[in-house]
């Protein structure tokens, strides 16, 4: 059996063994859980997301001490960078997300790669709360997962929009809108994200409608 879907089946014995909520859930024993198993969540996330979702997210946003903080959208700066206020801090937090790569936007070291400006507004669009990102249009909430701090001190994080529990790296892959990044994406769950953009290269969406489209890191060597 793969060691994610392990880790899959451990968590779904503590849930049903621990008791003191509405849920059966015991947030002190899955929270130790979440701190020993780091991103385990996603992985059951992409594995059994009709049956656990509700109760995965449920325990990001609850439990104490785990790894998950919920925050509201303010601003979207690019296809993969995005601003976020702490509901409970009130800090604004500049997220890069975790495991993806979206096409680079015009900067002074480099043009405009194909495609940058189309992530950009999707990823607006996925985070507004009407599904528009047009001029006063206010952004959703959402459910963040630290997962590393870049060295542009920007928070590197999963991002699961809320209410529907959509993980917003898979919508963007799934658009043909980013690529998986290889060399930071380790998690078990990248796997089936390179399933998600081999399903967009071979229905030619977004990118993909390119014959040869450059990730960012060779669009950037060759400036």
């Not at 002190?28 to 109760?55: D, G, H, P, W, Y």
């Not at 043009?111 to 999707?122: C, E, H, L, V």
Request: positive net charge.
């Amino acid at each position: 059996m793969r060691f994610d879907l392990l880790l899959c089946r451990d968590l779904m014995s503590v849930l049903r063994n621990t008791g003191t909520n509405t849920l059966g859930v015991d947030l002190q024993s899955v929270t130790t859980f979440l701190n020993l198993r780091k991103f385990f969540e996603l992985v059951c996330l992409a594995m059994f997301r009709k049956t656990i979702l509700a109760i995965t997210v449920f325990i990001l946003i609850t439990a104490p001490g785990a790894l998950a903080w919920k925050g509201k959208v303010i601003s979207v700066t690019d296809g993969d960078t995005i601003i976020v206020r702490h509901n409970e801090t009130a800090e604004k937090v500049k997220i890069r997300l975790y495991g993806v790569d979206a096409p680079e936007t015009r900067n002074s070291r480099w043009s405009s790669q194909p495609y940058s400006r189309a992530a950009t507004r999707f990823l607006r669009d996925l985070l507004s709360i009407e599904g528009d990102s047009a001029e006063g249009g206010e952004y959703i909430e959402i459910s963040v997962i630290d997962m590393d701090v870049d060295r542009y001190q920007r928070t590197v994080a999963a991002v699961i929009s809320l209410p529907d529990g959509n993980v917003v790296q898979e919508e963007l892959l799934r658009a043909g809108l980013a690529w998986v990044y290889p060399k930071y994406c380790r998690a078990a769950l990248c796997r089936d994200w390179l399933t998600l953009q081999e399903d967009a290269r071979s229905g030619r969406r977004g990118l993909w409608r390119e014959k040869s489209p450059a990730p960012p890191l060779v669009w950037r060597n060759k400036q």
